[in-house]
């Protein structure tokens, strides 16, 4: 029995050697020369913490009157405005992303983004219908950020929301490093 045992083991380990060694045919073709090569982002500019925008100045043009609370960590912030479900503003920093991927996943979701420019830098601003949720996205080479606000649960929306998205925006592309 125990010569049995060895033997099936033994065959299964050959086996498992002959199959992970190929097919036995020509083994000049390689799979995996037919998928292209990967492609390493380059980094664009540094966009600094939270966009190189201070709490004040996102106080001041998004609206927000006192802020509650702040979340701040390596790729983005968020400002909330005192009050249940009040108005909030979101920076975040996107490397090696297409924006193209943010702007088919906006338009998936019924909404018809604009194209922009910020200080000669491609993107796309989108609000909802009832305009209480803007998303502002700029690309810089192949990375992007995007501001977003919204006006909360229970704020009033703005008729321009995509304007503080925008202001923002500006002042992040000025403050590139």
């Known amino acids: 029995m125990r010569r049995m045992t060895s033997a099936i083991v033994t065959g299964t380990a050959i ?4 199959t992970a060694c190929g097919s036995g045919g020509d083994s000049t073709s390689d799979t995996s020369s037919m998928r292209p090569p990967m492609k390493v982002a380059a ?7 939270c966009g190189g925008v201070t709490d004040d100045e996102v ?3 998004g ?5 509650s609370a702040e979340y701040k960590n390596s790729v ?8 249940l479900d009040g108005a909030s ?13 943010e702007k088919a996943w906006v338009t998936a979701q019924g909404r018809n983004p604009e194209t922009i420019d910020v200080g000669g830098h491609a993107g796309f601003q989108d609000a909802t219908p009832d305009g209480s949720i803007c998303d502002l996205a700029v690309q810089l080479g192949d990375d992007f950020f995007e501001w977003s606000t919204s006006s909360g649960l229970f704020g009033t929306a703005n008729a321009t929301p995509c304007d503080k998205n925008r202001k923002l925006a500006e002042l992040t592309v000025q403050r590139l490093k």
């Open 76 to 83: 983005g912030c968020n400002w909330q405005a005192t009050g």
């Open 59 to 61: 106080r001041d043009i």
């Open 43 to 49: 980094l664009g500019p540094f966009v600094g913490e």
């Open 15 to 18: 086996a498992a050697l002959l």
């Open 63 to 67: 609206g927000l009157g006192q802020i």
């Open 89 to 101: 503003v979101t920076f975040a920093s996107y490397r090696g992303s297409p924006l193209g991927r």
